[in-house]
């Protein structure tokens, strides 16, 4: 490789390296990035996805109004084992909410999928 073509190369590459370095982020720049990192999953809140419910097991305090939202492609209840409360079909993209004014401990599932189970506490 010839002397010119190499410190050519050096010259491109440095000049590169120091407008690479003098960049920084700016939030009021057309071309800040617009990625939101991932927040926490909302307190008192299930999410139904992959045919689970998450939390599998939630604890709340006596009053507390939990909701259900169906991130599933399929339509699902949440649904107190004895009864007790039922949201109803919940369809993809949907919410119900339950306040639980009682204290106790609620196993419940899903009536179209029995298969899918998870627990309630209320404190």
Known sequence: ??????TSILVLS????LILA????DSSSPYASSY????AAQPNAVAIANMTFGPGTLTVAKGTTVKFTNDDTMTHTA????????TGNIAYGGSKVITFATAGTFPYHCTQHPSMKATIIVQ
Do not use: E, V, Y
């Open 1 to 6: 490789m010839s002397r010119l073509r190499i």
């Open 36 to 39: 939101t990192a991932p927040t």
């Open 79 to 86: 649904t107190s084992d004895n009864g007790a409360w039922d």
């Open 22 to 25: 003098g960049c920084k982020s």
């Open 14 to 17: 440095s000049a590169f390296l």
